[in-house]
Every structure is written in structure tokens, then in C-alpha cells.
């Protein structure tokens, strides 16, 4: 009996000890349920999600840009591409192989996707072709069963209508860059970013923000159904104050002119009020559409090698030595420093003597004579030598300055150069050396260090025609209709969002600039154009209410010795140079123009018939549609 109740005793106590465990062993087990369920269900959601929903970015649809008459100047146009989402697809490479063969790729290009494809490693849709025939799509459409993860989509791509007229002041599109490989819209094959023009500058407000779209996929990676979509938010469309009939005018009047090549110059025509820039012609162009895809290799060295550097935009980026144009800046620096009167007269023989050293009249029998009106006239170079000599080098500097010469004008454009004015201190700081009385007499016929851009040529004819207003140039349109719904907190990019906020307010005086003063200058422009004798005269305007002010210059790409034989033609990268600026009309300045033709020899054969061309189009437009307004209405 005693052995039993032993027996029992033991079992009881295992059977407490078995239950204990199993007590524990429970609420291990469901503490464990309790955590995994309760506590981390949100974290193991989202590593499902993950891996049963794909999320992929939406692109968006870029801004477009018009020009001032709401003519399309870079749209967005639609195509179809051929996507593999490859992931897990254990037949990847034999479903790549009926790829080509439907396709008709070379075995060139089958050896190049071949690498391609081997190298990518990503979970992302795999891009096999772009820009689809009908015929092609077809094809993959009726063979889709044979092609899982194979589909056909959608995508967009610049277009530029105007193609080589605008490319450099539009710009193009390229491909992303280190600096852009953290975006969110880095691995769509379709995003590209502004790599010139207001393409670039206005990224921030032309790109838009990208949307989401969730994909439920399979264990192999491959979509099964679209769950949702966040739509993309668009780009804002900008508009310019490009006149982009003017600009196509421009263009195809300086086609063929001057160049080392073929061609080559810039001209730019803006609005003495507003600051607007009608239009900004650099020759030669080159194709912006070309750099939307794979630009062929050959078309690429040309454009790179070609002597008329087509990629620069040479009315921003390309210096020039002004020549006689800067005679205007040289003229009021001496006026409002004293240096001459609008009665000083200086004698011009042909020659300027400076100790031993002889600078000479481009008139070698001389002007005789000449009061400072005459001078620019005549465009007499030792009327110039004499006044850059009584004035100096640091009152013409100062002067330049105040005309836009020697700085960037800020235009919202990439890669603008300042030029060059020089002044003592300038001399003194770049070269260590001090300033010689020689260089203040090239100074004073726009030579020597002095180098300015076909830009700010324009900006100081408006400062001049304005009456000494300090007229600033513009080229996005901030007053349009296009901009008055823009959050302008949502754009990272303060420059142009400074841009942006500046108001079509009146431009304030330049202080040191008498209207007095202004108006001999302007005489002396007017004489330049419309007197007998005058260097421009044989670009006048004959229609009246469309006359112009202007001055012609010539400006050396290398020095010729003294008696140096000027008969011979040199090589052409050699010529000279031939600038114009010019106002129009003459009773109220509207427009002004500066215009450069590289090696175009004489500015007064090349520049000056250009100039009066864009500026009696850009007036006669303006009349045609005062006359179009008064009929409508």
C-alpha cells in the first residue's frame, strides 16, 4: 500500500512538472504569436507588401515652353517602347533571344543587349527598344503569350519644332547624371534633365513631381494587376519673350554669313522698354531633337569638330573685341567727364602719333577736322585715340560699366561670359605690370584687351536709345498667364525664383549719364545711318516711320604691322570681325539690336545689313499686329 501511494506521489509530481513545461512552453508560444502578430505586424506587413506589391514612380509631364504669341517652342510628344520585367524569369534569356528576332535587331546590337541585360542586376523593368513602329507593336502584341513580362508602353519625348533656330537659347534633354542619382525618377528610361538653354535653368519649374503607382506581382517578380496610382503632378509651361517668327527671321538672315567654315555670329534684338528679348540668333545651330536619343557617333564628331563651334551659343558665351561700336561709350565717358565738349575738335591726318609709335586712321588720307558728332559719323579712329587719351582708361571703364559692358547681365541663361574692361587696377591685378599710355588709345576704339558679347552690344544700345535708362534684359515673360498659379515656394532654386518674382516695373536712370549728353551720342548715331558719308549709310532704312540710329564696327581677330600690304585677302579664321548696334525708330526708341558676324570682314557690309533687316521685320510685325488688333476689335 505504501508502494502505491509512493507510485503516486512520483506521478503527480511529473505530471506538475510535464504541465509546468507545457504551461511555459504555451505562453512561450504565445507571447511569441503576440509579438509577431500585435507588436511587429506593421513591420512584417510592410516586408510583405514588399515583396508581393512593387511600387514604381510616375513620370511627369514635363512644362512646355512657348514663345511670346503662345507658339510652341519645346512640347512633349508620345511613343512606344518595348519593357521586359525579367525578374525571376528563369527563361529570361531565351524570352530576350524571340525579343531580337521579332525585332529584327543586328547581331551587333543582340551582342550589345546581351551585355546590357547580363550587367543589369536591378529589379526594374528592363528597356529593350524605344521608339516602336506600329509594325513592331503589333508584332509583340500578337505574339504576348509567348512573351511573359514582355509589354509595350507608353512614354513621352521632347520635341523641339523650331529645331536648329532656338537650340541655344531652349537648350535640350539628356540623360541623368551622378549628381541626380538619388531621384526618385533616376531609373525611369524616359526621364531626362535640361542640360542647356532655359531647359536647364528652369528644371525646377518645368520637371513637375513624380507619382506613385503600386503593382501586385507574383512570387517570380512578373505583374499580376495594377493596385493604385498617384497621379504625377505636371510641370509649370513657361512663356518667353522671344518673338519666334523674328527669331526663325534672324536665323536664316545671317545663314551663310561670315564663320571660319561656313558660318558663324550672333545677334540679339531686344525691347528698349520692357527688357524683353525678341530674338537671340547664334550661327551656326545644330539639332536639339538629335539629343533626345542616342545621337550617332559620326553626327557627334561633327557637331565637335566642326571650326563654327555650333554648340556655343555665341551671343551670351562667345567674346568679342567691340571695334568702333564702343566709340559710343568712349564718346560719353569723355563728355561727362569733361575731357571734350560736343564743340572739341581733334585733326586727323590719317595717323596718331604717340612718341614714336604710329596707331593708324582706318581713312589713310584722313578725316581732316572733326567735331565728336562727325566722329562717330565717320567713325574717325584718331578723333577716338585723342578723346581715349584727354578721358583715360578708368573714366571709359567706369562709363562701360554703367552701359552693361565688363559684367553679366543675368539673363536666365547657363554659361554667360562678362567680357572685358579693362582699367589700371584691372591691369595692375591680372598681369602685375602697370598701365601703358598705348593701351588706353586701343581702348579707345573698342580694341586692345576690351571684349564683349552680341548680348551686351544690345543692352547698351538700350541703355543709349532709352535716354540713359538702365534697361535690363529678360527673357523669361514672369507677367505671363502661364506663371500667376505657380507656388513659387514649391521651386528649390532661389536664382530663378528671385527671376521669377521681378515685376515689368519702369527701368531707374543711370546716374552719370546727362539726357544732354545722351542726345550728342545719339546725334552722332543717327548722322552714322541717315547722313551721306555716314559708315551705315548704305543699310538705311527708307521707310520713315521705321528709320534707325546706328554704328557700325570693325574689329581685328589679329594685328597687321604698320604698311603691312591690307590689299590681300587673309585666310578667312583671320578677317576681321564686323559688329553693328542700332535703334529703331528714331523719333521713340522700341527696339535695339547688336549684331556680330565672325570674320565677316567690314561691319558695315555684314553686321549693318543684318541689323536693319531684323529691325524693320520686328516693326513691321508690331504693325501688323496693331492693325490686326484695331480690326478684330
Same mark, same amino acid.
Given at each position: 500500500?505504501?508502494?502505491?501511494?509512493?507510485?503516486?506521489?512520483?506521478?503527480?509530481?511529473?505530471?506538475?512538472?510535464?504541465?509546468?513545461?507545457?504551461?511555459?512552453?504555451?505562453?512561450?508560444?504565445?507571447?511569441?504569436?503576440?509579438?509577431?502578430?500585435?507588436?511587429?505586424?506593421?513591420?512584417?506587413?510592410?516586408?510583405? &507588401?514588399?515583396?508581393?506589391?512593387?511600387?514604381?514612380?510616375?513620370?511627369?509631364?514635363?512644362?512646355?515652353?512657348?514663345?511670346?504669341?503662345?507658339?510652341?517652342?519645346?512640347?512633349?510628344?508620345?511613343?512606344?517602347?518595348?519593357?521586359?520585367?525579367?525578374?525571376?524569369?528563369?527563361?529570361?534569356?531565351?524570352?530576350?533571344?524571340?525579343?531580337?528576332?521579332?525585332?529584327?535587331?543586328?547581331?551587333?546590337?543582340?551582342?550589345?543587349? &546581351?551585355?546590357?541585360?547580363?550587367? /543589369?542586376?536591378?529589379?526594374?523593368?528592363?528597356?529593350?527598344?524605344?521608339?516602336?513602329?506600329?509594325?513592331?507593336?503589333?508584332?509583340?502584341?500578337?505574339?504576348?503569350?509567348?512573351?511573359?513580362?514582355?509589354?509595350?508602353?507608353?512614354?513621352?519625348?521632347?520635341?523641339?519644332?523650331?529645331?536648329?533656330?532656338?537650340?541655344?537659347?531652349?537648350?535640350?534633354?539628356?540623360?541623368?547624371?551622378?549628381?541626380?542619382?538619388?531621384?526618385?525618377?533616376?531609373?525611369?528610361?524616359?526621364?531626362?534633365?535640361?542640360?542647356?538653354?532655359?531647359?536647364?535653368?528652369?528644371?525646377?519649374?518645368?520637371?513637375?513631381?513624380?507619382?506613385?503607382?503600386?503593382?501586385?506581382?507574383?512570387?517570380?517578380?512578373?505583374?499580376?494587376?495594377?493596385?493604385?496610382?498617384?497621379?504625377?503632378?505636371?510641370?509649370?509651361?513657361?512663356?518667353?519673350?522671344?518673338?519666334?517668327?523674328?527669331?526663325?527671321?534672324?536665323?536664316?538672315?545671317?545663314?551663310?554669313?561670315?564663320?571660319?567654315?561656313?558660318?558663324?555670329?550672333?545677334?540679339?534684338?531686344?525691347?528698349?522698354?520692357?527688357?524683353?528679348?525678341?530674338?537671340?540668333?547664334?550661327?551656326?545651330?545644330?539639332?536639339?531633337?538629335?539629343?533626345?536619343?542616342?545621337?550617332?557617333? &559620326?553626327?557627334?564628331?561633327?557637331?565637335?569638330?566642326?571650326?563654327?563651334?555650333?554648340?556655343?551659343?555665341?551671343?551670351?558665351?562667345?567674346?568679342?573685341?567691340?571695334?568702333?561700336?564702343?566709340?559710343?561709350?568712349?564718346?560719353?565717358?569723355?563728355?561727362?567727364?569733361?575731357?571734350?565738349?560736343?564743340?572739341?575738335?581733334?585733326?586727323?591726318?590719317?595717323?596718331?602719333?604717340?612718341?614714336?609709335?604710329?596707331?593708324?586712321?582706318?581713312?589713310?588720307?584722313?578725316?581732316?577736322?572733326?567735331?565728336?558728332?562727325?566722329?562717330?559719323?565717320?567713325?574717325?579712329?584718331?578723333?577716338?585715340?585723342?578723346?581715349?587719351?584727354?578721358?583715360?582708361?578708368?573714366?571709359?571703364?567706369?562709363?562701360?560699366?554703367?552701359?552693361?559692358?565688363?559684367?553679366?547681365?543675368?539673363?536666365?541663361?547657363?554659361?554667360?561670359?562678362?567680357?572685358?574692361?579693362?582699367?589700371?587696377?584691372?591691369?595692375?591685378?591680372?598681369?602685375?605690370?602697370?598701365?601703358?599710355?598705348?593701351?588706353?588709345?586701343?581702348?579707345?576704339?573698342?580694341?586692345?584687351?576690351?571684349?564683349?558679347?552680341?548680348?551686351?552690344?544690345?543692352?547698351?544700345?538700350?541703355?543709349?536709345?532709352?535716354?540713359?535708362?538702365?534697361?535690363?534684359?529678360?527673357?523669361?515673360?514672369?507677367?505671363?498667364?502661364?506663371?500667376?498659379?505657380?507656388?513659387?515656394?514649391?521651386?528649390?532654386?532661389?536664382?530663378?525664383?528671385?527671376?521669377?518674382?521681378?515685376?515689368?516695373?519702369?527701368?531707374?536712370?543711370?546716374?552719370?549719364?546727362?539726357?544732354?549728353?545722351?542726345?550728342?551720342?545719339?546725334?552722332?548715331?543717327?548722322?552714322?545711318?541717315?547722313?551721306?558719308?555716314?559708315?551705315?549709310?548704305?543699310?538705311?532704312?527708307?521707310?520713315?516711320?521705321?528709320?534707325?540710329?546706328?554704328?557700325?564696327?570693325?574689329?581685328?581677330?589679329?594685328?597687321?604691322?604698320?604698311?603691312?600690304?591690307?590689299?590681300?585677302?587673309?585666310?578667312?579664321?583671320?578677317? /576681321?570681325?564686323?559688329?553693328?548696334?542700332?535703334?529703331?525708330?528714331?523719333?521713340?526708341?522700341?527696339?535695339?539690336?547688336?549684331?556680330?558676324?565672325?570674320?565677316?570682314?567690314?561691319?558695315?557690309?555684314?553686321?549693318?545689313?543684318?541689323?536693319?533687316?531684323?529691325?524693320?521685320?520686328?516693326?513691321?510685325?508690331?504693325?501688323?499686329?496693331?492693325?490686326?488688333?484695331?480690326?478684330?476689335?
Amino acid at each position: 500500500m505504501r508502494s502505491e501511494i509512493v507510485k503516486s506521489k512520483i506521478f503527480e509530481r511529473r505530471a506538475l512538472l510535464l504541465g509546468a513545461g507545457k504551461l511555459l512552453l504555451t505562453s512561450a508560444l504565445a507571447s511569441r504569436l503576440y509579438y509577431l502578430e500585435i507588436i511587429k505586424s506593421s513591420e512584417f506587413k510592410t516586408l510583405s &507588401d514588399g515583396n508581393r506589391i512593387k511600387i514604381l514612380p510616375v513620370l511627369p509631364f514635363r512644362g512646355r515652353i512657348f514663345d511670346r504669341n503662345d507658339k510652341a517652342m519645346a512640347e512633349n510628344t508620345s511613343y512606344h517602347r518595348a519593357m521586359f520585367d525579367y525578374y525571376g524569369n528563369k527563361e529570361a534569356k531565351a524570352i530576350m533571344q524571340r525579343l531580337y528576332s521579332l525585332l529584327e535587331f543586328s547581331d551587333e546590337k543582340c551582342e550589345l543587349m &546581351d551585355k546590357k541585360f547580363s550587367e /543589369n542586376h536591378s529589379r526594374e523593368p528592363f528597356l529593350v527598344e524605344e521608339y516602336l513602329t506600329w509594325d513592331q507593336v503589333a508584332k509583340l502584341e500578337v505574339n504576348k503569350p509567348d512573351l511573359p513580362g514582355v509589354y509595350v508602353e507608353t512614354g513621352q519625348v521632347r520635341n523641339y519644332p523650331l529645331s536648329n533656330v532656338a537650340a541655344h537659347l531652349i537648350g535640350y534633354l539628356g540623360a541623368v547624371k551622378d549628381e541626380d542619382e538619388n531621384s526618385i525618377l533616376a531609373n525611369i528610361p524616359d526621364f531626362k534633365v535640361g542640360k542647356n538653354g532655359i531647359e536647364k535653368t528652369a528644371e525646377s519649374l518645368l520637371r513637375g513631381k513624380p507619382g506613385i503607382k503600386k503593382i501586385e506581382v507574383n512570387v517570380h517578380g512578373l505583374p499580376v494587376k495594377e493596385l493604385s496610382i498617384d497621379e504625377s503632378q505636371s510641370g509649370n509651361d513657361l512663356q518667353l519673350t522671344i518673338n519666334a517668327d523674328l527669331q526663325v527671321f534672324a536665323v536664316k538672315r545671317m545663314a551663310g554669313l561670315g564663320g571660319v567654315a561656313k558660318e558663324g555670329g550672333g545677334a540679339v534684338c531686344i525691347d528698349v522698354e520692357t527688357g524683353d528679348i525678341l530674338c537671340m540668333a547664334s550661327t551656326p545651330g545644330f539639332d536639339p531633337n538629335l539629343f533626345l536619343r542616342s545621337i550617332p557617333l &559620326d553626327v557627334w564628331n561633327e557637331l565637335r569638330t566642326d571650326p563654327d563651334v555650333p554648340m556655343i551659343n555665341k551671343t551670351i558665351t562667345s567674346q568679342y573685341p567691340p571695334g568702333s561700336t564702343f566709340k559710343t561709350a568712349v564718346a560719353l565717358a569723355a563728355l561727362e567727364s569733361g575731357a571734350i565738349t560736343e564743340y572739341s575738335t581733334f585733326f586727323c591726318p590719317g595717323y596718331y602719333m604717340l612718341g614714336s609709335r604710329r596707331f593708324d586712321c582706318w581713312k589713310k588720307e584722313g578725316h581732316g577736322s572733326l567735331a565728336v558728332r562727325d566722329a562717330l559719323c565717320h567713325s574717325c579712329d584718331v578723333f577716338f585715340y585723342n578723346t581715349a587719351q584727354r578721358t583715360g582708361v578708368d573714366k571709359i571703364a567706369e562709363m562701360a560699366f554703367k552701359l552693361g559692358y565688363g559684367a553679366t547681365t543675368g539673363i536666365e541663361l547657363p554659361s554667360e561670359k562678362p567680357g572685358l574692361i579693362p582699367s589700371k587696377e584691372w591691369k595692375k591685378r591680372t598681369y602685375g605690370k602697370d598701365w601703358m599710355a598705348g593701351e588706353t588709345v586701343n581702348t579707345g576704339i573698342g580694341q586692345g584687351y576690351v571684349l564683349t558679347t552680341p548680348l551686351q552690344l544690345a543692352v547698351a544700345t538700350a541703355r543709349i536709345a532709352s535716354g540713359g535708362k538702365k534697361v535690363i534684359p529678360r527673357l523669361i515673360k514672369t507677367d505671363s498667364e502661364y506663371l500667376k498659379n505657380v507656388q513659387l515656394d514649391n521651386i528649390d532654386d532661389e536664382k530663378l525664383v528671385n527671376r521669377l518674382k521681378q515685376t515689368a516695373e519702369p527701368f531707374a536712370d543711370i546716374e552719370g549719364i546727362s539726357q544732354k549728353n545722351i542726345r550728342i551720342v545719339k546725334d552722332g548715331m543717327e548722322m552714322v545711318v541717315n547722313q551721306i558719308g555716314g559708315t551705315a549709310y548704305m543699310s538705311r532704312i527708307n521707310i520713315p516711320e521705321f528709320a534707325m540710329a546706328g554704328k557700325t564696327g570693325t574689329s581685328q581677330v589679329r594685328s597687321q604691322a604698320h604698311g603691312a600690304d591690307s590689299s590681300k585677302e587673309p585666310e578667312k579664321k583671320y578677317r /576681321n570681325h564686323g559688329l553693328f548696334i542700332a535703334y529703331a525708330p528714331l523719333d521713340k526708341p522700341k527696339y535695339a539690336v547688336g549684331v556680330v558676324i565672325e570674320h565677316g570682314s567690314h561691319g558695315a557690309t555684314t553686321a549693318a545689313p543684318v541689323g536693319r533687316d531684323i529691325l524693320i521685320q520686328v516693326q513691321q510685325m508690331a504693325a501688323d499686329k496693331t492693325v490686326g488688333e484695331k480690326e478684330s476689335g
